[in-house]
């Protein structure tokens, strides 16, 4: 397994560097397409940093250093907190805000759900922002929306409308440099756009692979069904959002596009061999990870070829596969563990964390996966040395994207970039 893993990453990443896909080497900038913003996009914050001093994933090894001293201090209760972004029934900016210091969360999903007008999302996001600071951090909160563009878009009327992803991967096939140039300033403006109303990380680009009319689930929201297309337009996203300072989240590990159910409802059973999954579901997750992807999201699978009846998003040979495999060194993430294929399953938040999870993603309930997780902390049902690990990746991460944020000035109105980029990708792509 190893070997061809390593040989399929291997000409991904010879490809992105002859084409311009990885952030460390910028491809040439293409003319913009009519009625796109021109001029260059800024490269990632750290892309001129001292190349011995940074991670494969956006911090340097500095702020990784940083952030495991400042874990090493923390108590039990803030390294559970530390490990959840939480799910929040409601649009009070001041209740969830008090949710996020008293279970000293990493962050919120906002969803379409807490959302009323622009005006209320700017009061949450500066309430959780400040609740952040005021339980004593230095580094900003996760603050994650689900904005891929299409119908999952959970800002809908506030923040501009894209095109769902599929549009990334008929520009790129329509006109290879020149799409990938229009899908990385899509990315691009949508993360500004995105920073403008105070988040910090966006649930997007999505890498899976969709198999067509089969694929109940993802369907418009992968680029292709190409595992080439939907590596290049998954990359180029990667980089575009890196440049805009917001942390992107590659998902839905090792892929969802051929799952023939909703992991939403059920735990899907894919029964693709491992070849398989190497050919068809792999290569936009290697092209994104050479891309310098800072998170990955792991799906609610049950993968018969790796982890046999077991969701993926618990599986500890899953996460071998992404890290050992793969070579992937940035924070993990779940799919959401409030959804059907893991809300039954016995304490998936502990079961997560010691396969290798680094981040609860929207647990059913924030409050007491807190204390469950707090507790296990507490009894060694989680290692104290494995919970500090996920830890510091995670405020390494945001001690970067405080850093990047920095770098990446917000222009007077983002919109009016993103109008153009969305523009861009609809005339490119359909």
């Not at 996760?142 to 991967?169: C, K, M, N, W």
Request: proline share 7%.
């Amino acid at each position: 397994m190893r070997l061809s893993l390593l040989t399929i990453a291997a000409a991904i990443t010879s490809a992105a560097l002859l084409l311009g896909g990885c952030a460390a080497t910028p491809e040439p900038e293409a003319a913009p397409a009519s009625g796109e913003s021109s001029g260059p996009i800024p490269e990632p914050a750290d892309a001129s940093a001292d190349p011995s001093a940074r991670l494969g994933w956006g911090p340097t090894v500095g702020e990784l250093q940083q952030a495991q001293a400042i874990v090493a201090e923390m108590s039990s209760e803030q390294l559970a907190g530390q490990v959840i972004v939480g799910r929040y029934l409601g649009t009070d900016p001041n209740e969830v805000a008090t949710m996020l210091r008293e279970q000293h969360l990493a962050g919120i999903s906002i969803t379409n759900g807490n959302v009323v007008d622009e005006a209320q999302v700017r009061a949450m996001t500066a309430a959780l922002t400040q609740a952040s600071l005021d339980d004593g951090r230095t580094y900003p909160p996760v603050l994650g929306v689900d904005q891929e563009g299409g119908y999952v878009s959970h800002l809908r009327g506030i923040a501009t409308e894209f095109p769902a992803f599929d549009a990334a991967g008929a520009a790129i096939e329509a006109d290879g440099p020149s799409g990938r140039e229009i899908v990385r300033r899509a990315a691009y403006a949508t993360g500004l756009e995105l920073r403008d109303l105070g988040f910090t990380w966006v649930f997007a680009p999505v890498a899976d692979v969709t198999i067509g009319a089969a694929d109940p689930t993802i369907g418009t929201r992968s680029a292709s069904e190409d595992p080439a297309i939907a590596a290049k337009a998954t990359a180029a996203a990667v980089r575009g959002f890196d440049a805009a300072g917001v942390v992107s989240t590659v998902k839905h590990f090792p892929g969802h596009g051929a799952a023939t159910s909703d992991s939403h409802d059920t735990l899907p059973v894919l029964d693709s061999t491992l070849a398989e999954i190497e050919a068809h579901d792999l290569p936009p997750f290697e092209a994104a990870i050479a891309a310098h992807a800072p998170a990955v999201m792991l799906s609610h699978l049950d993968l018969t070829a790796i982890a046999p009846g077991v969701p993926a998003s618990l599986a500890p040979a899953v996460y071998d596969l992404l890290r050992g495999d793969l070579g992937f060194e940035g924070v993990t993430i779940t799919d959401s563990l409030g959804m059907g294929a893991v809300a039954s399953s016995y304490k998936p938040a502990v079961a997560a964390l010691n396969a290798g999870a680094d981040l609860l993603l929207m647990p059913v309930d924030t409050v007491e996966t807190h204390r469950v997780v707090t507790r296990a902390v507490d009894e060694g049902d989680i290692p104290r040395a494995r919970i500090e690990e996920a830890a510091a990746r995670i405020v390494a991460l945001q001690l970067w994207q405080q850093r990047a944020a920095a770098q990446a000035p917000l222009p007077a109105d983002p919109s009016v970039a993103a109008q153009d980029a969305a523009a861009a990708l609809v005339a490119a792509g359909y």
